[in-house]
């Protein structure tokens, strides 16, 4: 009988950095000769992570149209697509940053009913350290509403591992207490300390995810009125864009001022930004622009950087907000409509709204 393959299911709230942090975990696995397989997620299509992940050569499927508990034999479909196509010994799944439950109604149905076909890694969840400090009462700063933090909490309630990522963005003081604090609220979870983006402590994160086996201890209970009410409150807006200029320009320092626009405009509402992310690709060739903005009061940040000025190219916004979608949209064609005279904005594809009450296939609260 052949090797089982692996399957690994990397969950947390929107913005903890889940894309970076499997992108440095699938490369390397490359690296050695490991064959991956990408499933990405999410309520909508035009997915800014799948345009990432692609760009690295990396072979992905992407389930739209609701979480992945919710499209439990698209997520088989998809894995079927990605065996056919290369066969991986390891699939990574990154599921909506506004779902939870995934050990119910993902994990343990995947072990009880495809057992023979691949075998379960520890439940992880990334949080980003500031979030979580100003959750958890350790930072001033806005935070969600109560019933948006339910959704937040059970996604921790339920980890095996919680990886709090973007390190560097904390002094060793304040990482040793939201170490102590999410250990004390989370006993069932290792607390790992890792930065995706250069690597560091990476090496213990991947060991575990690699080598050890799921927790099978009892799911948590979950209030699907409360989590329904809590994703519904988080608005949801992608769009698409050609841009074109009869000159080159400097299609980061576009982003840049895009995403400005954006956040100030949420933050001005009275919205909180849950996550921003957009990419800017040219018409020819493979290089991309990928921004990111993950509090309504922190800085956008440039993941990749264009390496030339460009005439033309395509825009996707992937904007996932706490306030009102339609509003959303408004502000979004607003920036876009007033960007530099000499720069003209085709709007593809609009959309926004709010989640659907989720509805999962299977639910096994044990194994």
């Known amino acids: 009988m052949p090797n089982k393959a692996r399957y690994i299911m990397v969950g ?41 992940l692609s760009s690295k050569g990396l072979p992905v499927e992407e389930i739209t149209g609701g979480c992945f508990c919710c499209r439990f034999q698209s997520l088989m479909d998809a894995a079927g697509k990605l065996t056919e196509a290369n066969a991986p010994d390891v699939f990574i799944a990154e599921p909506v940053g506004s779902c939870t439950d995934l050990r119910a109604a993902v994990s343990y149905p ?71 604090a999410l250990a004390a609220k989370y006993p069932q979870a290792r607390i790992v300390a890792i930065s995706a983006r250069s690597g560091d402590g990476a090496a213990e994160w991947h060991r575990h995810i690699l080598d050890d086996e799921m927790n099978l201890r009892e799911a948590p209970e979950v209030d699907y009125e409360v989590y329904a ?12 864009a050609k841009i074109e200029s009869d000159t080159p320009f400097d299609g980061n320092a576009l982003l840049r001022r895009i995403a400005d626009s954006i956040q100030s405009a ?59 979608p339609d509003r959303m949209r408004e502000i979004v064609l607003q920036v876009l409509s007033s960007l530099h005279p000499s720069v003209r904005v085709n709007i593809v594809h609009t959309e926004c709204f709010r989640p659907a009450k989720p509805q999962p296939t299977y639910r096994l609260a044990t194994i």
Do not use: C
Not at 144 to 166: C, G, H, P, R, T
Not at 303 to 322: K, M, P, Q, S, V
């Open 12 to 52: 947390g709230f929107l913005g903890a950095g889940k894309t970076t942090a499997i992108l440095d975990l699938a490369q390397k696995l490359h690296a050695r000769g490991t064959r991956v397989g990408l499933i990405t997620n999410d309520q909508s299509f035009g997915l800014v992570d799948t345009a990432l």
């Open 110 to 180: 995947l072990r009880r009913i495809y057992g023979d076909s691949y075998e379960i890694a520890p439940l992880s969840v990334l949080v980003d350290p500031i979030r979580a400090g100003r959750i958890l009462g350790l930072e001033v700063g806005k935070a969600f509403s109560e019933k948006v933090l339910y959704v937040y909490d059970k996604q921790l309630e339920e980890a095996d591992i919680i990886i709090i990522n973007k390190t560097d963005l904390l002094d060793a003081p304040k990482l040793d207490r939201l170490k102590q």
């Open 229 to 240: 009410e809590g994703e519904a409150l988080l608005g949801w807006l992608n769009a698409a």
């Open 266 to 324: 949420v933050v001005a509402s009275g919205g909180e930004i849950a996550h921003l992310k957009m990419t800017l690709s040219p018409g020819e060739g493979n290089d991309l622009a990928v921004l990111n903005v993950v509090r309504g009061d922190q800085s956008p940040e440039s993941i990749h950087r264009l390496h030339d000025d460009l005439e033309n190219g395509e825009l996707l916004i992937n904007l996932r907000a706490e306030a009102d």
